[in-house]
């Protein structure tokens, strides 16, 4: 079983760039087990989906976040790399890193990001 891991900085500024990266363990990010995704969920509100991450590593952005942001990989390190540029408080929320693929979709846990000045 495929198991994802986010890490990266809590709070942040407004205007800065936020990076969090997904430790995949379990299988490699270069095989073909589904879309390697990013999502959030801000207080009270539903999940918002940002992009994936193929295992060719091609990508793809959702329309409303794609001027803001990059999904990236390290496959030596077998990790994947959201950064989101000039973030604001309506940033804030819990990121997930996710593998979406059928039968094999996993979550990580989730991580929480706040962005306050």
């Known amino acids: 079983q495929v198991q994802l891991q986010e890490s990266g900085p809590g709070l942040l500024k407004p205007s800065q760039t936020l990076s969090l990266t997904c430790t995949v363990s379990?299988?490699?990010?270069?095989?073909?087990?589904?879309?390697w995704s990013w999502i959030r969920q801000p207080p009270g509100k539903g999940l918002e989906w940002f992009g994936y991450l193929a295992y060719s590593g091609n990508t793809y952005y959702s329309p409303s976040l794609k001027s803001r942001t990059s999904i990236s990989r390290d496959t030596s390190k077998n990790q994947f790399t959201l950064q989101l540029s000039s973030v604001t408080p309506e940033d804030t929320a819990v990121y997930y890193c996710v593998l979406i693929g059928g039968r094999l979709t996993s979550w990580g846990q989730g991580t929480q990001v706040t962005v306050s000045s």
């Open positions: 379990g299988g490699s990010i270069t095989n073909n087990y589904g879309y």
